[in-house]
T-cell receptor, first 110, second 115 residues
Framework: EDQVTQSPEALRLQEGESSSLNCSYTVSGLRGLFWYRQDPGKGPEFLFTLYSAGEEKEKERLKATLTKKKSFLHITAPKPEDSATYLCAVSPGGSEKLVFGKGTKLTVNP | DAGVIQSPRHEVTEMGQEVTLRCKPISGHNSLFWYRQTMMRGLELLIYFNNNVPIDDSGMPEDRFSAKMPNASFSTLKIQPSEPRDSAVYFC?????????????FGPGTRLTVT
């Protein structure tokens, strides 16, 4: 069964305090791994797609990496506006569907 | 460009009533997805279409749920009869299946409350 586990469930950081969010997955033939950001009352917002182990992508203070069984979302010097729930999802081979983890709720205090 | 449009944004109904949720995907996208989000289960796929054809409906909870996509710019998700356990946020997403890239873009969601 395709499954995604994210940790921690919640993370509180001080502004400027860098950290990483974790995503572990089991999937039948990984087609792609996705990171989304979700603000309260809104739909998930696409951040990154990673396709193969060793791949890295960056956007502003965010950097996503992929290994064979895990992905990491590293946040460098976060700001309060980075506060949100970050969702990790995998797309199994042969399908376009996304299987989501339950997310990490990030709070960045000023 | 307009994003994915969903209506209504909020729906409150009584148990046993029919509920219809609507979605307009991003123009030019050829895949459309319906997801449901709850605190307990997170975000789960219900059904998806490619070129208006249902491809995977294995996530549809039971026969009370049905989805249609009569054309490339419109889809509906219907619940009949509705039950309190159907209370959730329902998201529609669309993507352009083209080569290796196929990220999904989500609408703002419909918050459904069944009393």
């Amino acid at each position: 069964e395709d499954q995604v586990t994210q940790s921690p469930e919640a993370l509180r950081l001080q502004e400027g305090e860098s950290s990483s969010l974790n995503c572990s997955y089991t999937v039948s033939g990984l087609r792609g791994l996705f990171w989304y950001r979700q603000d309260p009352g809104k739909g998930p917002e696409f951040l990154f797609t990673l396709y193969s182990a060793g791949e890295e992508k960056e956007k502003e203070r965010l950097k996503a990496t992929l290994t064979k069984k895990k992905s990491f979302l590293h946040i460098t010097a976060p700001k309060p506006e980075d506060s949100a729930t970050y969702l990790c999802a995998v797309s199994p081979g042969g399908s376009e569907k996304l299987v989501f983890g339950k997310g990490t709720k990030l709070t960045v205090n000023p | 460009d307009a994003g994915v449009i969903q209506s209504p944004r909020h729906e409150v109904t009584e148990m046993g009533q029919e509920v219809t949720l609507r979605c307009k995907p991003i123009s030019g996208h050829n895949s459309l997805f319906w997801y449901r989000q709850t605190m307990m289960r997170g975000l789960e796929l219900l059904i998806y279409f490619n070129n208006n054809v249902p491809i995977d409906d294995s996530g549809m909870p039971e026969d009370r749920f049905s989805a249609k996509m009569p054309n490339a710019s419109f889809s509906t998700l219907k619940i009949q009869p509705s039950e309190p356990r159907d209370s959730a946020v329902y998201f529609c997403a669309s993507s352009l299946r083209q080569g290796p890239t196929y990220e999904q873009y989500f609408g703002p969601g419909t918050r459904l409350t069944v009393t």
